[in-house]
């Protein structure tokens, strides 16, 4: 019996597989600083222009900068201020962390506030209801598929 066939071990896939398509690389890298905390770039400047207002109500809130020697892959601009020199900063923004359960707590003040001004929305709508023409205020959606 004459066998034609190839053996598997030499053939290569290099050669048939495709290239992989260009994409364009993040503005900003990903850092992890580790388990219980939460991570997140802060705007430290703008055009060159210092936001103090900004960065020192993030500061205020609880989120800390993280220290460039602990994420030595990721390269760092020049610095604006002094006082973030030994920081990680990239494209006027620095990056922080903050601990999960402060940002669980502030995730959940600010729904907490969004569901409020929702409330006096919708007391400010029905007040203009009229038993002979109802205003309508169904914030539900359904899916409905074909006629069965």
């Known amino acids: 019996m004459v066998e034609n066939r190839v053996s598997r071990d030499e053939t290569n896939r290099d050669k048939s597989t495709r290239r992989k398509a260009w994409e364009r690389p993040e503005t900003l890298p990903r850092f992890d600083p580790g388990p219980g905390w939460v ?3 802060i705007r ?3 055009l060159g222009q210092l936001d103090a207002t900004n960065i020192s109500s993030k500061l205020r809130e609880g989120w800390e900068p993280v220290l460039a020697s602990d994420y030595p892959e990721i390269l760092s601009d020049p610095v604006v201020d002094q006082r973030f020199k030994d920081n990680v900063i990239v494209g006027g923004l620095i990056a922080c962390k903050a601990p999960q359960e402060m940002v669980e707590e502030r ?24 038993p002979r023409m109802p205003l309508f205020n169904d914030r539900k959606s359904t899916v409905t598929f074909g006629k069965g």
Not at 108 to 120: D, L, R
Request: aromatic residues 10%; neutral net charge; charged residues 20%.
């Open 39 to 41: 991570p997140r770039w």
């Open 44 to 46: 430290l400047s703008t």
């Open 107 to 130: 995730n959940a003040y600010y729904n907490k506030q969004a569901h409020g001004q929702m409330q006096s929305v919708d007391n400010n709508l029905m007040r203009e209801n009229d």
